[in-house]
């Protein structure tokens, strides 16, 4: 049997400062999701037809293809839904969009990728019946607006402590993205090389790109 071909997606790494060092915005997913059931995440979820036509505001340097673009509006959008906190700047979404789109543009917002790094992306292993080829995007709070607030998608949505993030319930795939996150605070910056996590006959495999 041929392998599940993987579904761009996208997911946001909202950290906050606090007393005791950074923390992390995660939820747990419901028991009932087909999809790792009960693991903790990071707001987000699969590439949608309209991320890939909505206006995002981009830096005047930035060189972001149409599809990263398209994901960095997934994840903004996906955030959204899932916690209530909107990371959006004024400006003319640019196409007739119902839905969270619909509501972006109503109140005159695009979602703003100015304030996004991508950090990570990971690939789910061939043998899984479901697949994802998600990216994992970084933010501060303070760029984002709005009152925190699950939906319903994520239990338990909250900041945790960067330390106790990752004795939370986690798949091997989010306890990669939070070393990265960690490595990364604790030398004061975000940037770097993208990680990029993938199996091989079920190996994780670990390599930096750019």
């Not at 992390?24 to 707001?43: C, E, K, N, Q, Y």
């Not at 890939?52 to 994840?75: F, H, I």
């Not at 607030?149 to 330390?163: F, I, Q, R, T, V």
Request: aromatic letters at 8%; a neutral charge; glycine letters at 8%.
């Amino acid at each position: 049997m041929s392998a599940v071909k993987p579904r761009d997606a996208a997911s946001l790494v909202l950290l906050r400062d606090a007393s005791d060092g950074p923390e992390v915005l995660m939820g747990r997913r419901h028991s009932r999701h087909a999809f790792i059931p009960d693991a903790f995440v990071f707001p987000g979820g699969k590439l949608d037809a309209d991320d890939k036509r909505v206006t995002t505001a981009q830096s005047v340097t930035s060189q972001a293809s149409p599809a990263k673009q398209a994901l960095e509006a997934a994840a903004i959008r996906e955030t959204f839904e899932e916690t209530g906190l909107l990371l959006a700047c004024p400006g003319d979404i640019g196409v007739p969009v119902q839905g969270t789109w619909g509501q972006f543009r109503d109140q005159g917002l695009v979602p703003d990728a100015k304030k996004l790094r991508l950090l990570a992306r990971a690939i789910t292993p061939a043998e899984s019946p479901i697949r994802f080829h998600a990216r994992f995007f970084t933010a501060h709070n303070a760029n984002v607006s709005g009152e925190l607030k699950g939906s319903g998608e994520l239990l338990d949505l909250d900041w945790y402590p960067l330390n106790h993030a990752k004795t939370l319930p986690i798949i091997d795939v989010t306890e990669f993205v939070l070393k990265e996150i960690s490595e990364r605070t604790e030398k004061n910056s975000l940037e770097g090389p993208v990680a990029f996590w993938r199996y091989r006959s079920g190996t994780p495999i670990l390599s930096y790109e750019g």
